[in-house]
């Protein structure tokens, strides 16, 4: 039951991370106009610090080193991040709407993370935080 609550905390952080994201994005493509490469690659940043950030101290409560987690996350996104950029520019480049494809990108990125930080970023260390007296 413990697992199936952390999942649901980080579904409800992921949404909230989606929204930092597809709202950047939406900045980033409609105003600025960049390239949905470029758009996509900074709303990821910007949402992947959002994420990690809150996940960490509230999903997982983790006591684990800071900067080994956040390398074992990025070693996650230096894998995902270009796949999903070829395959998101090659699939909108065959005409198919790029908000369709970043909300499919978004839905395979949260099922991939939710796995690989729950079992290899913190694995045993998860619940290990201790919460601060007043």
């Known amino acids: 039951m413990k697992e199936f ?3 649901l905390k980080f579904l409800l ?23 949905y490469w470029v758009a996509y690659i900074l709303a990821l940043l910007l949402s992947v610090l959002w994420n990690f950030t809150i996940n960490r101290k509230y999903t997982f409560r983790s006591a684990n080193n800071v900067k080994v987690a956040m390398l074992l ?13 070829w395959l998101g520019s090659v699939i909108e480049g065959r005409g198919v ?12 990125n949260f099922i991939l993370e939710f796995l690989y930080t729950r079992f290899v970023v913190y694995g045993k260390s998860c619940d290990t935080a201790q919460k601060k007296k007043k």
């Open 5 to 7: 609550f952390r999942a």
């Open 13 to 35: 952080v992921s949404i909230s991370a989606g929204l930092v994201q597809m709202g950047s994005f939406t900045l980033f493509n409609e105003l600025f106009q960049w390239n």
């Open 73 to 85: 996350v990025l070693a996650f996104y230096a894998v995902f991040t270009p796949l999903s950029t």
């Open 97 to 108: 709407n790029e908000y369709i494809v970043l909300v499919g990108t978004m839905v395979v």
